[in-house]
């Protein structure tokens, strides 16, 4: 069946500007987890949904990241007036939302802020 | 002190070599774990999941010390095809899941 699916795969912005990642999960994955990584590091936790309700954002940085799942299918990861240390690829998995449920991962998207 | 430790390697093996990363984890209620690979500017991907009476998957083990909070993937025979990042990941509170930075292995001829 079809996985986890993000777009865009790239996304070349200027500092300031705002952008939205979409993220598309698994028919039927109750669960849906937002990363970023940077090069050489492991994903770096942002956000976690169950259902439509953010269960946990203690990882997003600071006021500029938010994350909104309105319907519990599709996730959408909004950042406003970028940085450059914004920089990263960001990953989003869905799981079955059990204790002992992996995740699966999508391609990411590469963000780059100049 | 980081919640998932890894060693960062890189690991140089020969082919055919047996090798073993450790990782440790901050969280004593933690639950659920779980080795990932991750090759290069791909996305992780599940190795095995690790249960409590430690697991094996092929050339693969994994194992589970509650007790000094570690877990452990062995690797027998390596291939040329191991050779990736492996990521350590613990669930910890709310079915939070934290990745070590990972465990870089290079296998050679």
């Known amino acids: 069946g079809a996985g986890v699916s993000q777009t865009p795969s790239n996304k070349v912005t200027e500092k300031g500007k705002y952008v939205e990642l979409r993220c598309d999960p698994i028919s039927g994955h109750t669960a849906l987890y937002w990363y970023r990584q940077s090069l050489g590091q492991g994903p770096e936790f942002l956000i976690y949904f169950q259902g439509t309700g953010a269960a946990d954002d203690s990882g997003l940085p600071n006021d500029r990241f938010f994350a909104v799942r309105p319907e519990g299918s599709v996730s959408t990861l909004k950042i406003q007036r970028t940085e450059r240390g914004d920089s990263a690829v960001y990953l989003c998995?869905?799981?079955?939302?059990?204790?002992?449920?992996?995740?699966?991962f999508g391609n990411g998207t590469r963000l780059t802020v100049t | 002190r980081k919640e998932v430790e890894q060693d960062p390697g890189p690991f140089n093996v020969p082919e055919g070599a047996t090798v073993a990363f450790n990782c440790t984890y901050s969280?004593?209620?933690?639950?659920?774990f779980f080795w990932y690979r991750q090759d290069c500017r791909k996305e992780p991907k599940l190795l095995m999941s690790?249960?409590?009476s430690g697991n094996e998957d092929g050339r693969f083990t994994a194992q589970l010390n509650r007790a000094s909070q570690y877990i452990s993937l062995l690797i027998r025979d390596s291939k040329l095809s191991d050779s990736a990042t492996y990521l350590c990941v613990v669930r910890g509170g709310y079915n939070k899941l934290i990745f070590g930075a990972g465990t870089r292995l290079a296998v050679h001829p």
């Open positions: 969280n004593s209620a933690s639950q659920s």
């Open positions: 690790v249960y409590s």
């Open positions: 998995a869905s799981s079955l939302g059990t204790q002992a449920s992996p995740l699966h």
